[in-house]
């Protein structure tokens, strides 16, 4: 099983619409579970699943609750959600209140190690000790990158965070959100990829993605050809590669 967490310190870069439009790509061929770990339960409403955990996250984290009873299933074949409630809020917290804090997450997902191929972790944005976990699962961490130089300053951060932690996951960064229109943006085209980081996946700004809200779908159902579906679908075919089997660092 590996695991992909979807994450950055910056709010509103596309990291749940890419979440679940990678999550979608994979299912394809694997079996994928989709955990929302973020209190706003957008992976969860988008894939239509009830964002409503009996004993909320605190039971999941405690043992109490066994991952199994918490997922859910979608009506995307292969692929299911752990979903966020509102008790997610405190998931801080009860991580921090919990044995070996940082490795929970973890923990929480050997439990379903044998019933997926895939994991993707839904980040809520900003640097917690639920990012902590997340990047301490992780095989990859995924970084969308709305260009601007608030986002490579977000990808700085996210190098050094998980630099600094347990974690060896590799970090892949790719451009979101992008409009050609805007001159700061074709730049970012024309450079980014060259940063080690960055890989050249482009998803533009566009409408077709804006309307997933209203679909409650990934891409792939409703506008499959588009050119943002075509760029999820790379973004999964290059994590796909570079999902090779890792060392813990300790
Ligand atoms: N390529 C795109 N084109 C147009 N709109 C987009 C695109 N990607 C995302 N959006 C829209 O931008 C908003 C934020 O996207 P999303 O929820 O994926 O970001 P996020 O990083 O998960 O946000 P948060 O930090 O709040 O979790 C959503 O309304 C989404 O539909
Ligand atoms: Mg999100």
């Given at each position: 099983m590996k695991v992909v967490a979807v994450y950055s310190?910056?709010?509103?870069?596309?990291k749940t619409t890419a979440a679940v439009n990678v999550a979608w790509e994979a299912a394809k061929l694997h079996r994928v579970l989709l955990w929302?770990?973020?209190?706003?339960g957008a992976a969860t409403f988008l894939l239509q699943v009830k964002p409503k955990v009996k004993g909320g996250v605190g039971a999941l984290v405690s043992g109490d609750k066994k991952t199994s009873a918490a997922i859910r299933s979608t009506d995307v074949d292969h692929l299911d959600v752990l979903p966020a409630d509102a008790s997610y809020r405190d998931l801080d917290l009860v991580l921090d209140s919990a044995k070996k804090s940082e490795r929970r997450v973890s923990k929480i997902l050997e439990q379903v190690a044998g019933d997926y191929d895939l994991v993707i972790l839904d980040c809520p944005p900003g640097s917690s000790l639920v990012a902590e976990n997340a990047a301490f699962s992780a095989d990859a961490v995924v970084v969308p990158l709305v260009p601007s130089p608030l986002s490579m300053r977000a990808l700085d951060q996210v190098l050094a965070f998980v630099a600094a932690s347990a974690s060896t996951a590799k970090v892949v960064a790719f451009l979101s959100m992008?409009?050609?229109?805007?001159t700061l943006h074709r730049d970012a085209i024309a450079?980014?990829?060259?940063?080690?980081?960055?890989?050249d996946v482009v998803v533009p700004s566009t409408v077709v993605v804006e309307r997933m809200g209203a679909e409650?779908?990934?891409?792939?159902?409703?506008?499959?050809?588009?050119e943002a579906a075509r760029a999820y679908a790379a973004l999964w075919a290059h994590l796909q590669s570079s999902l090779k089997p890792r060392k813990r660092k300790r």
């Amino acid at each position: 099983m590996k695991v992909v967490a979807v994450y950055s310190t910056k709010g509103g870069v596309g990291k749940t619409t890419a979440a679940v439009n990678v999550a979608w790509e994979a299912a394809k061929l694997h079996r994928v579970l989709l955990w929302d770990l973020d209190p706003q339960g957008a992976a969860t409403f988008l894939l239509q699943v009830k964002p409503k955990v009996k004993g909320g996250v605190g039971a999941l984290v405690s043992g109490d609750k066994k991952t199994s009873a918490a997922i859910r299933s979608t009506d995307v074949d292969h692929l299911d959600v752990l979903p966020a409630d509102a008790s997610y809020r405190d998931l801080d917290l009860v991580l921090d209140s919990a044995k070996k804090s940082e490795r929970r997450v973890s923990k929480i997902l050997e439990q379903v190690a044998g019933d997926y191929d895939l994991v993707i972790l839904d980040c809520p944005p900003g640097s917690s000790l639920v990012a902590e976990n997340a990047a301490f699962s992780a095989d990859a961490v995924v970084v969308p990158l709305v260009p601007s130089p608030l986002s490579m300053r977000a990808l700085d951060q996210v190098l050094a965070f998980v630099a600094a932690s347990a974690s060896t996951a590799k970090v892949v960064a790719f451009l979101s959100m992008v409009d050609r229109r805007k001159t700061l943006h074709r730049d970012a085209i024309a450079t980014l990829p060259g940063h080690a980081a960055v890989i050249d996946v482009v998803v533009p700004s566009t409408v077709v993605v804006e309307r997933m809200g209203a679909e409650r779908a990934p891409l792939g159902r409703y506008a499959p050809s588009s050119e943002a579906a075509r760029a999820y679908a790379a973004l999964w075919a290059h994590l796909q590669s570079s999902l090779k089997p890792r060392k813990r660092k300790r």
